[in-house]
C-alpha cells in the first residue's frame, strides 16, 4: 500500500463498474469515485494544501467527505471532520487548535463556514469545488505513504476540553482489517451507513472497511428512522450500524413491525451501554445484533461479538479482536484476577499515532490505551463492560457499577432513558442516585422504579433516591454529560 487511497484505484481498476457508493439516488461506481478523488487532489494541491496540512470538513454525511479523506491521504495531509451540531465557539476553538489550513463545506453549512474562516484565519472551499476544474499548481507532488497522519478527530469531551486523536493510513487499514473480521465482509457485502461520519463509529467501523473490501456502501445524509427501515426494505443491505439512541427510535418506529428486516445478516451497534430488550427487538425478527466495543483512540474496533455469538451472548461486548490485545489492569496498573474488575487497556496496530498537540498524554504509553472503562472477563474471553472508572460509585466500600443499574432500568417499558450517580453522602461515602426520564404519558412513580430492582441486584446497589427530569445533559454525540448531572442534582 502506497497510502490509502489506493485501495480505490486498485479496486476501480479490477471492478470498475462495481457500485462503490449510493446516496440520495445516485450511483457512484469504483471507477468514477477514483475519477473524483484524483480530481480532488489537484484541487487541494491547487488551493495550497501540502503534506502535514490539516483540511477541515464542515456538513452532513456525503460521498465528498470520502473524496476528501483519499484526496488528502494521497497528498499526505490530514482530515479533520466537523461535529457539525457543535457551536460556533466550539468550531473556533478545534480549527485553532489543529491549526487548519483549509476548510471544506458543504452546502448546507457553507454560510456558517464563511463566519468560521474569518475568526479561523484559513481559506474555504465548496464541496461542489472538489470536481475541479483547476488552475494552475502543476502537477499534484504526492506526498501521502502508509505512515502519514491522515485523520484528526476530536472527542466529545465529557470532562474537559476536547483532545485531537490522530490516526495514521496504516492505522486506518488495519481497523479496516480488523472490522473485516468482526462482520465477515466480503465484497459483495452492501452496507447501509447511517451514522455520521465525523465521528470514528460513523467512518471507520462499516464504512470505510466496506470500501477496504470492495463491497457496497448505501449512505445517508443523515440518520432517520423512516429512511432507513425503508432502504433495508428495498437497498437490501447484509450489515448496518446503529447506537442505543438510533436502535430506539427503530424500534419505535410505526413501520419496524411490518418492515422486511431478512436482507440483514447482522446488526452492529456500541458506543454505550447497550439494553438487552433492544437486542431482543432485533433478535426476535431473526437479526442477530452484534457488539464492537472501541475508542476514538483505538480505531475504534477492539472487541467485537460476531453473528454466530450474538444471540447466545447477550449483554457481552465480545472479545478481543483480531491483531488486538486486551489486559484488564488495577489502579496500580497491575493485572486483576480472573473474573475481577478491571480498567481496559488495549493494544493495536489501529491505535492512535497520538494525540495533537499533547504527545506526553498519560492515556496512551507504552504502546497501550488506557481507556477508563471497566471490565471483566469470564474463561472463555468473552468482556463485559460495566462503566467508567470515574462514574464507579463507592458506596460504604462497596463498588457499584452504573451500568448495571443503568441496563434494569433502559428495559422498563415506562423509561425513556436513565442515568445513575454517586452522590456524596456523610454516612457511606456516596449513595447511589438514580436520574430518570419518563416516556411520554407513562405514570411512573419513584416506588415503582425502586421495586425494579427486587430480587434482581444486591441491596448495597439499590438507589437511595430516584429524581426525575424531563431531558438528560448529553454531549453532541449522545453521551449523558454525568458531571453536568452531578452538578445539577447538588444545586437541588
Request: glycine share 10%.
Amino acid at each position: 500500500m502506497t497510502d490509502l487511497a489506493s485501495l480505490i484505484e486498485r479496486h476501480a481498476q479490477l471492478s470498475p463498474d462495481k457500485l462503490a457508493l449510493h446516496h440520495e439516488g445516485r450511483d457512484v461506481p469504483y471507477a468514477q469515485f477514483w475519477q473524483r478523488i484524483e480530481a480532488a487532489t489537484a484541487v487541494l494541491h491547487a488551493a495550497g494544501v501540502r503534506p502535514g496540512d490539516r483540511v477541515a470538513w464542515l456538513g452532513l454525511n456525503h460521498p465528498d467527505v470520502l473524496v476528501l479523506l483519499f484526496a488528502l491521504a494521497r497528498l499526505g495531509a490530514i482530515l479533520l471532520p466537523l461535529n457539525y451540531r457543535l457551536a460556533t465557539p466550539e468550531h473556533t476553538a478545534i480549527l485553532a487548535h489543529a491549526g487548519v489550513c483549509l476548510l471544506v463545506a458543504d452546502p448546507t453549512h457553507a454560510d456558517a463556514a464563511s463566519a468560521l474562516v474569518a475568526q479561523a484565519g484559513c481559506n474555504f472551499l465548496r464541496s461542489g469545488e472538489l470536481a475541479g476544474p483547476t488552475s494552475g499548481g502543476g502537477a499534484p507532488a504526492l506526498g501521502g505513504s502508509a505512515a502519514s497522519p491522515v485523520l484528526l478527530v476530536y472527542t466529545s469531551g465529557t470532562s474537559g476540553q476536547p483532545k485531537g486523536v490522530l490516526h495514521s493510513q496504516s492505522g486506518l487499514v488495519w481497523n479496516c482489517v480488523i472490522s473485516t473480521h468482526a462482520h465477515e465482509l466480503t465484497a459483495d457485502d452492501h452496507v447501509l451507513s447511517t451514522l455520521p461520519m465525523f465521528h470514528v463509529g460513523g467512518l471507520c467501523i462499516q464504512t470505510l472497511p466496506a470500501l477496504h473490501a470492495g463491497a457496497s456502501v448505501t449512505l445517508h445524509s443523515r440518520f432517520d428512522a423512516g429512511a432507513w427501515l425503508a432502504d433495508v426494505e428495498a437497498r437490501r443491505p447484509d450489515l448496518s450500524l446503529l447506537v442505543p439512541a438510533t436502535l430506539r427510535a427503530v424500534i419505535e418506529h410505526p413501520a419496524f413491525a411490518r418492515s422486511d428486516l431478512s436482507s440483514l445478516r447482522m446488526l452492529a451497534t456500541g458506543s454505550s451501554t447497550i439494553p438487552s430488550s433492544m437486542m431482543a427487538a432485533f433478535h426476535a425478527r431473526g437479526v442477530p445484533v452484534g457488539q464492537v466495543y472501541g475508542a476514538t483512540e483505538t480505531g475504534p474496533v477492539s472487541i467485537y461479538l460476531r453473528r454466530d455469538e450474538a444471540m447466545q451472548r447477550l449483554g457481552s461486548a465480545g472479545r478481543a479482536g483480531l491483531h488486538v490485545d486486551i489486559r484488564l489492569m488495577d489502579e496500580q496498573g497491575r493485572p486483576v484476577a480472573p473474573g475481577q474488575v478491571g480498567e481496559v487497556w488495549v493494544r493495536g496496530p489501529n491505535l492512535l499515532c497520538g494525540y495533537w498537540k499533547d504527545p506526553g498524554n498519560p492515556a496512551f504509553a507504552d504502546g497501550w490505551f488506557h481507556t477508563g472503562d471497566l471490565a471483566r472477563c469470564d474463561d472463555a474471553g468473552f468482556y463485559e463492560i460495566v462503566g467508567r472508572s470515574k462514574d464507579m460509585i463507592i458506596s460504604g466500600g462497596e463498588n457499584v457499577y452504573p451500568a448495571e443499574i443503568e441496563n434494569l432500568l433502559a428495559d422498563c417499558p415506562s423509561v425513556l432513558e436513565a442515568a445513575v450517580v454517586g452522590e456524596p453522602d456523610a454516612r457511606w461515602g456516596e449513595v447511589v442516585v438514580a436520574v430518570v426520564v419518563r416516556k411520554p404519558g407513562a405514570e411512573l412513580d419513584a416506588a415503582q422504579v425502586m421495586q425494579l430492582f427486587d430480587g434482581r441486584l444486591a441491596r448495597f446497589k439499590h438507589p437511595k433516591r430516584i429524581v426525575f427530569c424531563d431531558a438528560l445533559p448529553k454531549t453532541a454525540l449522545g453521551k449523558v454529560q454525568k458531571a453536568g448531572l452531578l452538578a445539577s442534582l447538588a444545586s437541588q
